[in-house]
């Protein structure tokens, strides 16, 4: 079954820096789209705002999901907003797979169960993985990060049924101006003073937002693909030449790395699970599907990005 042109979309986490973008283009292209958020809040025709408890639980928002073409899992906890303390870990997983666990309750319930749930995760799955790539059928990874992604896939799996197909969406860096990592990054490099991370030879999955937003459309419409799907450009890079392309698209120098030490001072475990290492993750199964990538290369989205 595919989704009807003017399909109803159900999404949690409808309000960040993916969520919010995917909204204005599922109802841009006239979908009808119910996003659930802790606030609530009135919306219009194509976007109504419906609250929620994402506690594990169904509530009455759950009505929502009975009849909806699809549903669309964004909800959780910033993994870069906080240091990793103990507590911010423990939020971290639990918001992930509490969100997904009363998402999945609602479509248990459903007299009509959306045909097709997709949910988030994160190349974090796997692990470091060295140079070494990374397809959708590589295991999964054995440190904080993938823990936490096998636990937040695993509750969504149980969604499956012969009525509803699970997508899994493993997300890369996600690059765009507005939001998510790379502002983070151009202090130094506006300074003069940007440069590699730790050794450089980190493999860095990146994808520009406007090509997420394309495939997570795209998905909604295929009609049989299920399980893991990653969300990575074609050419992974190794960090030292994603600081050389952005210097280069900035017209800044990129010759100052930043040391692992003071990283792991000034982060602690989160500096070795989100800059120090990496995978070199590919969208086997993207492409195998059709998929097009409108920037596959990284000069290209940087330019993208940096244009005048």
């Given amino acids: 079954m595919t989704l009807p042109q003017t399909g109803t979309i159900v999404i949690a986490g409808g309000s960040g820096f993916l969520g919010g973008p995917l909204v204005q283009t599922l109802t841009t292209a006239g979908h009808r789209v119910v996003v659930l958020s802790r606030e609530g809040g009135t919306g219009s025709a194509s976007e109504r705002r419906v609250a929620w408890t994402p506690d594990g639980t169904a509530g009455a928002w759950a009505s929502e999901i009975d009849g909806a073409d699809a549903v669309v899992n964004l909800a959780g906890e910033s993994i870069a907003g ?8 423990r939020r971290i997983l639990e918001s992930r797979v509490l969100a997904t666990r009363s998402l999945v309750a ?56 012969a009525h509803t197909r699970v997508v899994v969406v493993r997300t ?8 998510g990592a790379l502002p983070q990054m151009l202090p130094p490099f506006w300074f003069g003073v940007g ?12 994808i520009h937002r406007h090509d997420w937003l394309a495939l997570v459309q795209f998905l909604l419409t295929a009609p049989d693909v299920s399980g893991p799907v990653n ?16 210097g280069r698209a900035m017209h800044r120098p990129a010759f100052m790395p930043a040391p692992s030490f003071a990283l792991k001072l000034l982060l602690g475990e989160m500096a070795e699970g ?7 993750a590919l969208p086997t199964k993207a492409e195998k599907l059709g998929f097009t990538f409108t920037y596959a290369r990284l000069d290209d989205a940087l330019a993208d990005l940096f244009k005048a």
Avoid at 172 to 179: H, K
Avoid at 237 to 243: E, G, K, L, S, T
């Fill in 195 to 206: 440069g590699p991370v730790g050794s450089g030879r980190q493999y860095w999955p990146w």
């Fill in 106 to 161: 609602a479509i248990d319930a459903a007299t009509a169960p959306p045909p097709l749930l997709i949910s988030g995760s994160a190349v974090g799955y796997y692990g470091p993985c060295g140079d070494e790539p990374v397809t959708e059928q590589t295991r999964a990874g054995r440190d904080f990060l993938a823990s936490v992604c096998t636990a937040w896939e695993a509750e969504a799996q149980r969604a499956g049924s």
């Fill in 82 to 89: 906080k240091r990793w303390t103990d507590e911010q870990k």
């Fill in 274 to 280: 989100l800059l120090l290492s990496g995978q070199r």
């Fill in 172 to 179: 890369g860096l996600v690059l765009a101006r507005d939001g």
């Fill in 231 to 246: 969300a990575t450009a074609p050419k992974p890079v190794p960090n030292r030449d994603f600081a050389t392309a952005l």
